[in-house]
C-alpha cells in the first residue's frame, strides 16, 4: 500500500511538472487555466482504446472541423462519422455527437461538472466522467483507466487479475483514496502520464520512476509480473467478398445498417460468401475479376475482403441505402477502414487515362 499519500503526491506532482509530454488538449506547461471542457471531452473520447500518437491529427482535424461543442451539436452524423474515419470503435463518435447535442439540449451548451450530470450524457462513464470532472473543472474525482490500474496494481502488489468485479471495486476505491484535495486534476493527468512513458505494460523503466519508493511490486522485483497478463484467446477469421462495380467512372456503393459493426458507414458491396447472395446484387456481379485481399484485424475478430472488380453496361437508379459515386466522391461518406484500403487498392488498378482524369478531378 502507498506509505504517506503526501509524499506519493508530491513527488508524482514534481515530476509531472518537469517531464511532462506537451498535448494539444493540455494547457500550456506553467499556466494556472484549466483545459477547455469540450476538448477534455473530445480528447478523452478519442483516446479510449487509442495511442496518443494515432489521436494527435484526428483531433486537430476534429476541431478545425467543429471548433465548438454547438458546432459539434448542429453536425450531421454522417459528417461526424466521415471526420472520425480510419480511428475506428465508431460507437464513439455517435455518442460523442449524441452528448453534444444532449448538452447543448440540457446543459445550456456547457459542459457539465458534476459526475452524476457527466455520466448522465451517451457513452461517458465512471471514467471519462472523473477525468472530465477534475482535469477540466479540478473536482476531485477518481479515474481509473488502463494506465492508473496498471500503476495502482504494482504500487499495491495486487496479484489478482484486474479484470476480476471484485478487484475492480479495489482498485477503483484505491483511486478515490489517493486523489488529493488540492490539484486533483493534476494529480490524474500525472497518474495517466506516469503508466503512459514510465510504468509501462513491458520492461517498466522502475529505476527512473518518480515514486519507485512507494512500489511494493518493485520492492519485491515483481513488477514485470504485475498485473497478470491477459490470455490471449483465438480470434476467428471471417471472410468477405466485396464487388467493386462501375459504370462510366462511378462506383456502387452501399450503406452498412444503422446498429452494429460500422454502423450507418458505406462501403463496396460487400456480401458473406457463405450466405446467398441477393437476387439485385447476383444479377450485377457477373465476370468478377479478382483485385487482391484487405485484412483487417479488430480486437476480438479478423476479416479477410477478397475483392473483384466487375463493370456493367447499364446502371440502375441506385436504391435507398446505395449510391453511384466517383472515386472522389468517396471523400464526401464515411468508410471502414478496410474500404478505404479497398479504393486505394482500385485506384493504383486503373488505366492511366482514367486515373488522370481522377487526378484532374481532385485537382478542381
Not at 468478377?288 to 480486437?299: I, N
Amino acid at each position: 500500500m502507498i506509505g504517506s499519500n503526501a509524499s506519493f503526491t508530491r513527488r508524482l506532482l514534481r515530476w509531472y511538472e518537469g517531464s511532462r509530454r506537451e498535448l494539444p488538449w493540455r494547457v500550456p506547461r506553467g499556466s494556472k487555466d484549466f483545459p477547455d471542457a469540450y476538448h477534455v471531452l473530445l480528447s478523452e473520447t478519442m483516446l479510449q482504446q487509442t495511442q496518443v500518437a494515432t489521436v494527435i491529427p484526428y483531433f486537430h482535424r476534429f476541431l478545425e472541423r467543429f471548433p465548438t461543442l454547438a458546432d459539434l451539436a448542429a453536425a450531421q452524423e454522417q459528417d461526424v462519422l466521415r471526420m472520425w474515419q480510419g480511428l475506428g470503435y465508431y460507437s464513439r463518435a455517435r455518442n460523442l455527437s449524441k452528448a453534444a447535442q444532449q448538452i447543448v439540449a440540457e446543459h445550456g451548451g456547457k459542459v457539465p461538472s458534476s459526475l452524476e450530470a457527466l455520466k448522465g450524457l451517451p457513452g461517458i462513464g465512471r471514467y471519462t466522467a472523473g477525468a472530465i470532472a477534475s482535469l477540466a473543472f479540478d473536482q476531485r474525482a477518481p479515474i481509473l483507466d488502463g494506465n492508473v490500474q496498471r500503476v495502482l496494481c504494482r504500487i499495491d502488489k495486487i496479484e489478482a487479475d484486474p479484470r476480476n468485479r471484485s478487484t475492480q471495486e479495489l482498485l477503483w476505491d484505491r483511486a478515490d483514496q489517493i486523489v488529493p484535495r488540492s490539484q486533483p486534476g493534476e494529480f490524474n493527468s500525472a497518474m495517466m502520464e506516469l503508466g503512459a512513458v514510465v510504468c509501462t505494460p513491458r520492461s517498466p523503466q522502475c529505476l527512473i520512476c518518480p515514486v519507485n519508493a512507494c512500489c511494493e511490486a518493485f520492492a519485491a522485483g515483481l513488477q514485470d509480473q504485475i498485473p497478470i497478463p491477459k490470455k490471449a484467446a483465438p480470434t476467428p477469421i471471417l471472410r468477405r467478398h466485396t464487388y467493386c462495380i462501375s459504370h462510366d467512372e462511378h462506383w456502387l456503393i452501399e450503406q452498412r445498417p444503422a446498429t452494429g459493426r460500422w454502423a450507418s458507414m458505406w462501403q463496396f458491396i460487400t456480401i458473406d460468401p457463405q450466405a446467398e447472395a441477393a437476387p439485385c446484387i447476383s444479377s450485377l456481379i457477373k465476370n468478377p475479376k479478382p483485385l487482391g485481399k484487405v485484412r483487417h484485424a479488430l480486437t476480438h475478430r479478423r476479416y479477410e475482403f477478397h475483392v473483384f472488380r466487375c463493370a456493367i453496361e447499364r446502371r440502375s437508379k441506385a436504391a435507398e441505402n446505395r449510391a453511384w459515386v466517383t472515386l472522389e466522391g468517396l471523400n464526401q461518406f464515411p468508410l471502414p477502414r478496410p474500404h478505404v484500403l479497398i479504393a486505394k487498392m482500385l485506384q493504383t488498378s486503373l488505366p492511366p487515362e482514367s486515373a488522370s482524369r481522377t487526378r484532374r478531378q481532385r485537382r478542381r
